[in-house]
C-alpha cells in the first residue's frame, strides 16, 4: 500500500509548498498529492483553495492574481512557528524538483469551482517537459477534465475523485470510462465498494487517512495507496505490517 503525502506533509508544514513536499519525502514517502490552478497570467500554480485567504496572507481568488503577484504571498499562514514565509510554487517549479526524487505524483485539477482555460493541455505539457509522463497520476472532481488529459495524453493513469456519499458502483463507472482508479473519502467505503473496484481492476486510493484505525481497514482491505497528512506515521505502519507478514 502506498502513501501519498496530502499536499505535502500538511499535518506539520504549510501544505502545498515546496518545504511540505521536501519534508514529505524525507518522512519517506511513497507520493506526494497536489492540487493546481492558473493565474490571472495563465501560471499553473499549486494551491488547493480558489481563494488565498486561509492559507496566505492575501484576499480574493487565485484567477485575479498574476504569477508575480501571487508569489509574494506568504503560504504559511498557518505555520507561522515553522517558518517566516513560503510562496505558492509553480507546477514548474515543482516538477523540476520531482524529477530529481524517486516518487509519483497525484496531480489533481481544480475544476470543480472556476474552469480554467486550457488547465489540462498546460499541466499535460509541464509534465511532459520533464519527463514525468508514467510517474503521474491526474485526478478531479470534474471529470470533464479527466476526459480532456486522456484526449491529450492517452497513456495517462487518471482518478475519479469523488466527495459526498461516495458513488455506487464506482469500479464499473471508472472502468466504463477508462479510469485506472477510483479516489473516494474512506467515510464512504465498505466492503461492497471494494469488490465491485476489484471485479474491474480498478485501484483506490483513498483521502484523507489520518486514523489509524481507518489505516487498518485499508491495509486489510489491500488499498492501492492512502493520501493522508501525516506520511511518516502511516509509512511506519506500512513497513511494520510488511516485516510482521514476512
Known amino acids: 500500500m502506498k502513501v501519498i503525502a496530502h499536499r ?3 499535518g506539520k508544514y504549510p501544505e502545498n509548498t515546496m518545504l511540505s513536499f521536501q519534508k514529505a519525502v524525507e518522512a519517506g514517502c511513497d507520493g506526494i498529492e497536489l492540487d493546481v490552478q492558473t493565474t490571472k497570467d495563465g501560471v499553473v500554480v499549486v494551491i488547493h483553495d480558489e481563494r488565498v485567504d486561509r492559507t496566505t496572507d492575501g484576499e480574493g481568488f487565485v484567477k485575479d492574481y498574476t504569477f508575480e503577484e501571487i508569489r509574494k504571498l506568504n ?5 507561522p512557528h515553522v517558518t517566516d514565509f513560503e510562496p505558492i510554487p509553480s507546477l514548474e517549479e515543482y516538477c523540476a524538483w520531482m524529477a530529481q526524487n524517486n516518487i509519483f505524483t497525484n496531480i489533481e485539477i481544480k475544476t470543480g469551482v472556476y474552469y480554467y482555460e486550457d488547465v489540462e493541455k498546460k499541466t499535460v505539457e509541464i509534465v511532459k517537459k520533464y519527463g514525468l509522463e508514467d510517474r503521474i497520476i491526474y485526478s478531479s472532481f470534474n471529470h470533464m477534465s479527466l476526459e480532456k488529459v486522456k484526449r491529450l495524453l492517452p497513456e495517462a493513469s487518471c482518478g475519479a475523485l469523488i466527495g459526498g456519499n461516495g458513488l455506487g458502483n464506482a469500479g464499473y463507472y471508472c472502468a466504463s470510462c477508462g479510469l485506472e482508479y477510483y479516489h473516494p473519502s474512506y467515510k464512504t467505503l465498505n466492503d461492497q465498494v471494494i469488490e465491485n473496484c476489484k471485479a474491474h481492476g480498478v485501484k483506490l486510493n483513498v483521502w484523507t487517512v489520518n486514523d489509524m484505525a481507518e ?5 486489510a482491505w489491500d488499498c492501492c495507496g492512502v493520501i493522508t497528512n501525516f506520511p511518516q506515521v502511516c509509512k511506519a505502519y506500512v513497513k511494520f505490517k510488511e516485516n510482521e507478514n514476512r
Open 8 to 10: 505535502g506533509y500538511s
Open 75 to 79: 503560504a504559511a499562514k498557518l505555520f
Open 215 to 219: 489505516l487498518e481497514k485499508l491495509y
